[in-house]
């Protein structure tokens, strides 16, 4: 098989190795050597081995000194992969439903009781508080809740494209995020509840601080996901 050079040639390989993993079997997942899956791919050495890298980082294919690699279509199959993909735009991305963003109005106010739990340093202060709710189709997948330092905002917040909170804090803040740190929670919220127009009242909750490159903590999110059509998961490489 040789592969065409309209997208970089690491990406058509991992493609055409993930459609080959797709097809395994548990005990028949050991993968060709990277000298034969040069040969089959028509492909550099090096190129395989970026590709495999790619793999390895999202937990596609596990690597063993002196074993060789090994495949795991189970992994292919996981929806809603948070840990490997966190920017929902890319997370709910489905071909066969249209994405649509919703901002509800900016509003200036005090931090909540959970954003001071976890940025102890913003009480006393005034934070915009809005929220993003994500839906495919009609259907309200994720309803995310922001809360900002007013004192980190460099331009008033109105209304914009900037739909993930790295984007946003870059554009207002003028920050560069690094990380964010992640505590994952199930609480009884009716209120939820009723905007996602489920019966089910306990709703999975994702709380989120985010740094920027000097170790600030910028940003509090709250995220709530449908508990009808979503059930995020996490993939854990040993």
Known sequence: ??????????????????????????????????????????????????????????????????????AHPAVLKIPYRIDYDPDFRELLD????????????????????????????AEGELVYRWDWEYYLGDTLYVIATEEIPARFFQREPQYSEEFSVKEFVASHCKKDLAYFISWIR???????????????????????????????????????FNPSCMEVAILTSL
């Open 1 to 70: 098989m040789k592969l065409k050079k309209a997208r970089p040639l690491y990406l058509q390989a991992r493609d055409e190795l993930a459609r080959r993993i797709a097809k395994m079997k548990p005990g028949e997942n050991r993968l060709p050597s990277e000298e034969e899956l040069t040969r089959q791919l028509g492909v550099s050495r090096s190129t395989v081995r970026e590709a495999l890298h790619d793999m390895i980082l999202e937990g596609i294919v596990t690597k063993r000194h002196g074993k060789g690699n090994f």
């Open 94 to 121: 489905d071909p066969n439903q249209t994405l649509t963003i919703k901002s509800s109005p900016y509003q200036l106010g005090s931090p909540s009781e959970k954003m001071v739990q976890r940025m102890p340093e």
């Open 186 to 224: 199930a609480s009884d919220r009716p209120d939820i509840a009723e905007r996602f127009g489920v019966r089910e009242t306990i709703i999975q909750d994702w709380e989120e601080v985010y740094h920027d490159i000097e170790d600030h903590a910028i940003c509090y999110s709250e995220v709530y």
